[in-house]
């Protein structure tokens, strides 16, 4: 296996091929955000498998990761829609038939608009619900099985270590506090966190672990570019960052890769907030 040189999307502290022989499943793999997670897992010696609805989107971003490392395997399954159980479910099955098994899952499909309540029709704050709730639902749903066979090899770890059987959520921070604009995405993550928690109540015992990650905003990213298009200068809004700076890609990549690493086998049940402490400033001080 022969790999490129490390670059500005993966810090360098990761082993090459800690995730050699494991699969990952995920979901809005070909967004921004989802995009970095899949690069990095596959540089670091693992195959993926993308999951998104728009097919052309999926497909070529399933091929582009797969350039980054010799040998990589990357499935893109366009036209998959998360609020579909039954899309979803033959997509993992399909992954496991082609890639071997399910070792790691990320569910980060998402829907997001910036609205007032006052122009959120019920339909709206519906639609959020339903690909964010409901989907990250489908996905564990879907792939559970998989991720059951996949811990149940953990005394035979990879020669790096690596155990699979983790499910990670894309989650945010807006609901710590409340966020104008953003009630429909602030209900759906709060239940997102629950669930991730459940999980891992009820499948650690498996050997599974079950987590979130909450970035804050995120340079490169569709939720950036509204952002940025706000009335409020780049400039305050960036001195509202505690850390000074806004997050990257390879921020979101790092903690992704940590949490799937040996490294964060004892970590479950939890969030990992990945943004500068900026959520402590939200709506004030
Ligand atoms: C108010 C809106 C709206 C808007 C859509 N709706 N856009 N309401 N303001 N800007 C309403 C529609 O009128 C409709 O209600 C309902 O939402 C469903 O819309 P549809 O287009 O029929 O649904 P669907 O095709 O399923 O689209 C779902 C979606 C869409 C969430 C509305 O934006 C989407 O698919 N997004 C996926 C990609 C995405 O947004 N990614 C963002 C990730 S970034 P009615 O009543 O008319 O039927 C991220 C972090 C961002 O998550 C952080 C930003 C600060």
């Not at 897992?41 to 497909?59: D, H, P, S, W, Y």
């Not at 479910?89 to 890639?99: F, G, N, P, S, Y």
């Not at 890609?249 to 907030?273: E, K």
């Amino acid at each position: 296996m022969s790999f490129p040189p490390r670059s500005e999307y993966l810090s360098a502290v990761w082993a090459d091929g800690i995730f050699a022989n494991r699969v990952l499943f995920i979901t809005g793999g070909a967004g921004s955000i989802g995009s970095a997670q899949t690069r990095a897992f596959v540089r670091l010696g693992g195959n993926a498998c993308i999951i998104g609805r728009n097919v052309q989107k999926t497909e070529a971003a399933a091929k582009e990761i797969a350039k980054i490392r010799d040998g990589a395997r990357v499935l893109g399954l366009g036209g998959v829609d998360v609020r579909s159980f039954d899309a979803l479910k033959a997509a993992a099955d399909r992954c496991v038939k082609e890639l071997g098994s399910i070792d790691f899952v990320i569910a980060g499909a998402a829907g997001n608009f910036i609205a007032p309540i006052s122009g959120l029709s019920p339909n709206a704050f519906k639609a959020v619900i339903e690909i964010d709730t409901i989907g990250t639902f489908n996905t564990i749903k879907a792939t559970i099985p998989y991720l059951i066979e996949s811990a149940s090899q953990n005394p035979n770890p990879n020669s790096s270590g690596t155990t699979g059987g983790r499910f990670l959520s894309v989650s945010a921070t807006f609901h710590y506090t409340g966020m104008p604009l953003q009630a429909h995405v602030s209900a759906a993550k709060a239940a997102i966190d629950s669930l991730m928690g459940s999980v891992a109540l009820e499948y650690g015992p498996y050997g599974i672990t079950a987590n979130s990650v909450a970035p804050g905003g995120i340079e490169g990213t569709e939720g950036m570019e509204r952002l940025a298009s706000s009335a409020i200068s780049r400039e305050d809004q960036t001195k509202s960052v505690p850390s000074g700076r806004w997050g990257s890609l390879r921020d979101i990549a790092d903690a992704t890769v940590f949490l799937f690493s040996d490294a964060g086998n004892y970590v479950n049940g939890t969030t990992l907030v990945v943004d500068g402490a900026a959520w402590r400033r939200q709506g004030g001080a």
